[in-house]
């Protein structure tokens, strides 16, 4: 059972985190989603703690996780009116946080959140 937190109303500019309360799967991703667009991969974390980010977000969202606390972070800054959307969090195997694929593997196979809302105002 995924549970997300921390979506808002942001200028752009500003900063947002987003919280994913779930169990230690030994791969987590955030997604979003804009109304009429399929799922964007926003980046995904794997048991090691290594990342990997979409071209759109790499210097300005990161994302971290606490076992002790089970939660799964992202951080969002500099944000952008782009980045408005619906994010979720998911959830998968080892095997869905393969390089290049995980994008595919977790939207297709993974555990999902029910979505946090994000709003950037220009």
């Known amino acids: 059972h995924l549970v997300e937190s921390g979506g808002g109303s942001v200028q752009a500019g500003g900063s947002l985190r987003l919280s994913c309360q779930l169990p230690?799967?030994?791969?987590m991703g955030w997604f979003r989603e804009v109304p009429g667009n399929e799922r964007e991969g926003v980046g995904r974390i794997d048991s090691d703690g290594n990342t990997e980010y979409a071209d759109s977000v790499k210097g300005r969202f990161t994302i971290s996780k606490d076992a002790s606390k089970n939660t799964m972070y992202l951080q969002m800054n500099s944000l952008e009116p782009a980045d408005t959307g619906m994010y979720y969090c998911?959830?998968?195997?080892?095997?869905?946080?393969?390089?290049?694929?995980?994008?595919?593997?977790?939207?297709?196979?993974?555990?999902w959140g029910q979505g946090t809302q994000v709003t950037v105002s220009s």
């Open positions: 998911v959830a998968g195997g080892s095997w869905d946080c393969e390089t290049g694929s995980w994008f595919k593997r977790l939207r297709a196979f993974g555990s």
């Open positions: 230690n799967y030994e791969c």
